[in-house]
């Protein structure tokens, strides 16, 4: 199990986290409202603008995701569970948790769910 130092160091970084992704869909939110307030002119500016468009969601939809696996491991440090897999209900590997702060799952049951998805 995690260590009280380690978990408020994950915490911090969780939260940092969190503040950064709010922040950057706040700011994709208006440049999205800019976007759709600017009245294209001719075709190839109706397709920039619809380019533009598309790659902002996507952006925005990958940013959501990871919010709120950010505040699904917030959450579990709150109850306890922190560093535990979803899946197999094992230890996540401090080391795997250093690189993917907000990580569900071990690798061994994240490569089983990739491999599931392909």
């Known amino acids: 199990m995690l260590n009280k130092e380690e978990l408020e160091t994950f915490k911090k970084e969780l939260e940092k986290m969190k503040l950064q992704i709010q922040s950057n869909l706040d700011n994709s939110?208006?440049?999205?409202?800019?976007?759709r307030d600017n009245e294209p002119k001719d075709e190839g500016?109706?397709?920039?603008?619809?380019?533009?468009?598309?790659l902002a969601n996507?952006?925005?939809?990958?940013?959501v995701q990871?919010?709120?696996?950010?505040?699904?491991?917030?959450k579990r440090i709150q109850n306890g569970t922190y560093g535990i897999c979803e899946a197999c209900g094992e230890k996540i590997n401090v080391e795997r948790l250093k690189v993917k702060v907000f990580a569900d799952y071990c690798i061994?049951?994240?490569?089983v769910i990739e491999h599931e998805k392909a």
């Not at 109706?46 to 598309?54: D, K």
């Not at 061994?108 to 490569?111: A, D, H, Q």
């Open 29 to 35: 939110s208006l440049e999205m409202n800019t976007l």
């Open 45 to 54: 500016d109706y397709a920039s603008v619809e380019r533009g468009q598309s």
């Open 58 to 63: 996507t952006l925005m939809d990958k940013q």
């Open 66 to 74: 990871k919010l709120a696996a950010i505040e699904r491991s917030l």
């Open 108 to 111: 061994s049951c994240r490569e």
